[in-house]
């Protein structure tokens, strides 16, 4: 389970915990958040999103938010991730999230094995988010704000299944997208897209 051993290692001062959701799904924006948690007020039950069910990790959201010292969010558009890649993408929803802070830090956990290019120091954790309780608490953000918009996309896409499979390449989604084409809120620089367009 994540603890705070690496938020201890670069106090003192505040420490950022930053995750993203949405790096591999066919459609919908790559979503980032960045959470500054108070030690002597932090959730139980913390860990990377993927571990939690979609029920215990509404309920942690709700408590980060309520319980942590700030919490921010950013995200990256289609456009972006196709004009950018999809890596320089998360990057820039990162770095919104960052700037979405209410509260500056002294130092930033990214999860991952790279950092964006902005101004707070900032260390890598790959897997950060089963090791770190900043970024596990990112991760739940993120994963439940990027959740969200695709249901929100569902409604007005409904062949795809977006509010079950949130943009990723199911066999239902990929099935649709070959009968349907791609809606505006396809990754155009995704192969099974792209390819898609080249018929």
């Keep these: 389970?994540?603890?705070?051993?690496?938020?201890?290692r670069h106090h003192p001062g505040l420490v950022a915990g930053v995750d993203e959701a949405g790096r591999g799904p066919l459609a919908g924006p790559v979503v980032a958040a960045a959470v500054?948690?108070?030690?002597?007020?932090?959730p139980d039950g913390l860990n990377d999103s993927k571990?939690?069910?979609?029920?215990r990790r509404a309920v942690l959201e709700g408590e980060i938010?309520?319980?942590?010292l700030c919490w921010g969010v950013g995200v990256a558009s289609v456009e972006e991730i196709d004009s950018l890649n999809i890596l320089w993408a998360t990057m820039l929803a990162m770095k919104r999230a960052m700037e979405a802070?209410?509260?500056?830090?002294?130092?930033?956990l990214v999860d991952?094995?790279?950092?964006?290019d902005w101004r707070w120091p900032a260390t890598a954790v790959v897997e950060g988010d089963a090791k770190c309780l900043s970024i596990a608490a990112a991760s739940i953000i993120a994963k439940e704000a990027r959740d969200r918009m695709m249901v929100e996309a569902a409604a007005l896409h409904p062949h795809y299944g977006w509010e079950s499979n949130k943009g990723y390449g199911s066999?239902?989604?990929?099935?649709?997208?070959?009968?349907?084409g791609p809606t505006p809120l396809h990754r155009r620089s995704f192969a099974p897209v792209a390819q898609l367009l080249l018929l």
């Design 1 to 8: 389970m994540p603890d705070f051993t690496h938020e201890l």
């Design 36 to 42: 500054i948690l108070r030690a002597e007020d932090c």
């Design 51 to 55: 571990q939690l069910t979609a029920a």
């Design 65 to 68: 938010k309520a319980r942590a």
């Design 101 to 108: 802070l209410s509260e500056d830090c002294a130092h930033v």
């Design 112 to 116: 991952g094995n790279r950092c964006p």
């Design 171 to 180: 066999a239902y989604h990929l099935a649709a997208l070959r009968e349907h």
